[in-house]
């Protein structure tokens, strides 16, 4: 299964405000009080999640209703890739995978609702960019950027493509690199306790799944 490098542009929140969650992992319940402390507004606020909605948790068929909400946004994570490769695309391996971390919740969903999960997700995009309220290019990609500038996205190869998914060594070296042609990035996947900024990449994943708070960050 091939996953295409693409990028969606929002356009700038002149009516409200946005939020980046890191990893849901069908912690949709936890997400909606936390954004309710924040006197979250639909008609006007927006969220942006940093992809996994899925698995995990309790909530995975919530975590996807999401999805077609107006002010819900959100990248691929792995987990996504996962459920589309093993599921509707028949990769053993994946869908082994896919059901050893958390998607065993498949089992008990209605088999009528996977094709419009299967839509949603495969028009997921790889990227979002979105300019915040203090002006700067935000760019949020689940795992990694592993290039050298914002451009060369739409270049992505596949293997690229898996590393922007899965890969976690810019995170886990501590690199300082700066990803040139964007303000800053935002990555989930690897935990961190609180908020981590690594060069231009923030990091803010804490790990809803094992009891923590989600890091929502206003951009």
């Not at 995990?56 to 946004?73: C, K, T």
């Not at 082994?96 to 996977?114: K, N, V, Y």
Request: with cysteine; glycine share 10%.
């Amino acid at each position: 299964m091939n996953i295409k490098a693409s990028l969606l542009k929002l356009d700038k929140n002149t009516l409200g405000r946005d939020f980046v969650i890191g990893d849901m992992h069908g912690h949709v319940s936890q997400l909606m009080s936390q954004l309710e402390g924040l006197n979250f507004n639909p008609l006007h606020d927006r969220v942006i999640c940093v992809g996994d909605l899925i698995d995990r948790g309790p909530e995975s068929e919530q975590a996807l209703d999401l999805l077609d909400e107006p002010w819900f946004f959100a990248v691929l994570g792995n987990h996504e890739y996962l459920m589309l490769s093993g599921l509707k695309y028949g990769n053993s391996r994946d869908k082994m995978l896919w059901l050893q971390h958390g998607g065993d919740w498949i089992t008990r969903a209605d088999r009528s609702r996977w094709a419009h999960w299967f839509e949603q997700l495969e028009a997921l995009p790889l990227a979002i960019e979105v300019v915040g309220h203090d002006g700067k290019r935000y760019g949020i990609i689940h795992a990694d950027y592993p290039h050298a500038h914002w451009d060369e996205l739409e270049y992505f190869t596949p293997e690229l493509v898996q590393k922007s998914l899965w890969s976690r060594r810019h995170f886990e070296a501590r690199a300082n690199h700066v990803v040139k042609g964007i303000d800053y990035l935002i990555h989930g996947h690897s935990i961190s306790d609180g908020e981590l900024l690594l060069g231009n990449r923030f990091y803010i994943e804490p790990g809803a799944y094992l009891g923590n708070d989600f890091i929502i960050k206003q951009i």
